[in-house]
């Protein structure tokens, strides 16, 4: 069974940086499979902020993100990270990151066969 561990979450002033990192663990095919960032605000719906595809690198981002964020992979260590730089505070809320073999089903849907547990990001103003 595939796991998820996301970290680097934390309390950052407004146009500060993190780096969200997702390793992946469970005997599986990472390249098999697209990994998606998602990102839910305090009282509102998560959303799909980012997804990678392991196999070549494609990525997909949101518009919001857009020249802010960059996710990236590393093969050798399973996992995915995203960089966050210029936050806002609308940024604020869970980072979950997601696993599914179906591209257009993770980074077009928001669906996906497994997810992490979440890392909270807080940015102050």
């Known amino acids: 069974e595939v796991q998820l561990v996301e970290s680097g979450g934390g309390l950052v002033q407004a146009g500060g940086s993190l780096r969200l990192s997702c390793a992946a663990s469970g005997g599986f095919t990472f390249a098999d499979y697209t990994i998606g960032w998602f990102h839910q605000a305090p009282g509102k719906e998560r959303e799909g902020v980012s997804c990678i595809r392991m196999s070549d690198g494609a990525t997909n981002s949101a518009e919001s993100v857009n020249g802010r964020f960059t996710i990236t992979r590393d093969n050798a260590k399973n996992t995915v990270y995203l960089q966050m730089n210029s936050l806002k505070p609308e940024d604020t809320g869970v980072y979950y990151c997601?696993?599914?073999?179906?591209?257009?089903?993770?980074?077009?849907?928001?669906?996906?066969?497994?997810w992490g547990q979440g890392a909270q990001v807080t940015v102050s103003s």
């Open positions: 997601a696993a599914d073999t179906g591209l257009f089903r993770i980074c077009v849907l928001g669906q996906a066969e497994y």
